[in-house]
């Protein structure tokens, strides 16, 4: 369950560049341009005009997004994530000056659009409302958008694990803080131990992660559609189980 939400809580940013060791402030690249802006060399003979840097770096992102989906972290190489971006080389190396923060930013696109989602199925009546809005909201994202997201996702975090400290669990971390808050917010008034709600977050977690593997294997919209609905199943039946 990927990417980290907003409310009182670290940025999915901050805990990143905290476990990489990084200290450069991703809204600026390294440099020092008199405006913002990112001169292109000419490609492919054509002279192209110089480029907002914050858009540039947002092409990067989205670049970096698709690459790591294609060929996995270790296949995302500048060079290729340049290429993918139509943009020089030496502009990735300007916007961003390690790949690690390059793919920290990625981590950040990432949780940006999943706290949407969240926020998207927050407090909806009472606990399981809520709790069936959650997980039915992340699977829907998942079936509805493009699955590079999710393959960019499961391949990050693999990728954490191996580093320092390990920040995957972090963000995991963050992550399950946000929808135990969601969900203890809409049990209020009722008569639920905070254990459960513990439970809860992370039955909704497991199902939407093993969901979108499954997805992401498979590549079967129709197939995954009436699994969703399964999971979904999955979910009524043990919230009956418990909350009787």
């Given at each position: 369950?990927?990417?980290?939400?907003?409310?009182?809580?670290?940025?999915?940013?901050?805990?990143?560049?905290?476990?990489?060791?990084?200290?450069?402030?991703?809204?600026?690249?390294?440099?020092?341009?008199?405006?913002?802006?990112?001169?292109?060399?000419?490609?492919?003979?054509?002279?192209?005009?110089?480029?907002?840097?914050?858009?540039?770096?947002?092409?990067?992102?989205?670049?970096?997004?698709?690459?790591?989906?294609?060929?996995?972290?270790?296949?995302?190489?500048?060079?290729?994530?340049?290429?993918?971006?139509?943009?020089?080389?030496?502009?990735?190396?300007?916007?961003?000056?390690?790949?690690?923060?390059?793919?920290?930013?990625?981590?950040e696109?990432?949780?940006?659009?999943?706290?949407?989602?969240?926020?998207?199925?927050?407090?909806?009546?009472?606990?399981?409302?809520?709790?069936?809005?959650?997980l039915?909201?992340?699977?829907?994202?998942?079936?509805?958008?493009?699955?590079?997201?999710?393959?960019?996702?499961?391949?990050?975090?693999?990728?954490a694990?191996?580093?320092?400290?390990?920040?995957?669990?972090?963000?995991?971390?963050?992550?399950?803080?946000?929808v135990?808050?969601?969900?203890?917010?809409?049990?209020?008034?009722?008569?639920?131990?905070?254990?459960?709600?513990?439970?809860?977050?992370y039955?909704?977690?497991?199902?939407?992660?093993?969901?979108?593997?499954?997805?992401?294997?498979?590549?079967?919209?129709?197939?995954a559609?009436?699994?969703?609905?399964?999971?979904?199943?999955?979910?009524?039946?043990?919230?009956?189980?418990?909350?009787?």
């Open positions: 369950m990927l990417l980290y939400l907003g409310h009182p809580i670290k940025s999915s940013d901050q805990v990143f560049r905290a476990r990489v060791r990084v200290s450069v402030d991703m809204d600026k690249p390294a440099g020092s341009l008199d405006a913002d802006l990112i001169d292109r060399p000419t490609l492919q003979g054509v002279d192209v005009a110089r480029v907002p840097a914050a858009e540039r770096r947002n092409d990067l992102v989205n670049a970096a997004i698709q690459v790591i989906a294609s060929h996995g972290v270790d296949g995302a190489t500048t060079r290729r994530i340049a290429e993918q971006a139509n943009a020089p080389l030496a502009t990735l190396h300007y916007c961003f000056q390690t790949k690690e923060l390059l793919f920290a930013a990625v981590f696109r990432l949780t940006e659009r999943y706290r949407e989602v969240l926020i998207e199925n927050d407090v909806h009546g009472d606990l399981v409302p809520t709790a069936r809005a959650i039915r909201g992340l699977l829907n994202w998942y079936l509805e958008s493009d699955s590079e997201f999710a393959s960019a996702s499961f391949e990050l975090i693999s990728w694990q191996r580093q320092e400290e390990h920040p995957a669990v972090t963000v995991y971390n963050e992550a399950f803080n946000v135990r808050s969601i969900l203890a917010r809409a049990a209020t008034g009722q008569d639920v131990a905070p254990e459960m709600i513990d439970r809860i977050s039955v909704i977690s497991t199902l939407s992660d093993g969901f979108v593997v499954n997805w992401l294997t498979y590549a079967d919209r129709s197939r559609a009436d699994q969703a609905e399964v999971v979904m199943d999955v979910l009524d039946a043990w919230l009956a189980a418990k909350l009787a």
